[in-house]
């Protein structure tokens, strides 16, 4: 259902009128940049997030957040406490653009997903980083081209 693509943070902003959020312009190889607007402002500087390879979920509705369009997810693993958050490593090599893939489901993902029927909340309770810090779906690694999507926290929540 989702579809999970690699980005590449092109730069990052705090957001105006917020201060938990930040605002990222982020390539998937598309015509033009996504503008993506995440909570990430606790955790990570703008600076932190410029030129990053990022797995980002890009057929959710665009919405506004705080008057700022947001067009898509940038998936972040986090602690039990919710204390440590960090974006998803995308591992070296992996093609900005591509789409993330699980051994064993060659589904097509939703063109855009249902806000009204939560189905990104029916699927986050089983993302999860496993015991070395590799991003799962109930076990499964988020794989690219050049490897498996990971975490520096083992046995996180993603989302």
Do not use: Y
Request: charged share 25%; hydrophobic share 40%; glycine share 6%.
């Amino acid at each position: 259902m989702l579809k999970l693509q690699i980005g590449h943070i092109k730069k990052a902003w705090k957001h105006p009128s917020a201060e938990s959020l930040l605002v990222e312009e982020i390539d998937v190889g598309e015509a033009k940049c996504r503008q993506v607007v995440s909570g990430l402002a606790k955790f990570c500087s703008p600076e932190q997030l410029t030129n990053r390879l990022v797995v980002l979920v890009t057929n959710m509705k665009p919405s506004k957040l705080r008057d700022i369009t947001s067009e898509g997810m940038v998936l972040c693993a986090s602690n039990e406490d919710h204390t440590v958050v960090e974006p998803l490593i995308a591992p070296e090599g992996a093609k900005v653009g591509e789409c993330i893939s699980f051994a064993g489901h060659d589904g097509k993902p939703e063109d855009v997903l249902n806000p009204k029927k939560k189905q990104f909340e029916k699927i986050a309770v089983n993302l999860f980083t496993d015991d070395k810090g590799v991003a799962t779906f109930k076990g499964i690694p988020f794989m690219t081209s050049a490897g498996p999507c990971t975490s520096s926290i083992p046995r996180a929540t993603v989302k």
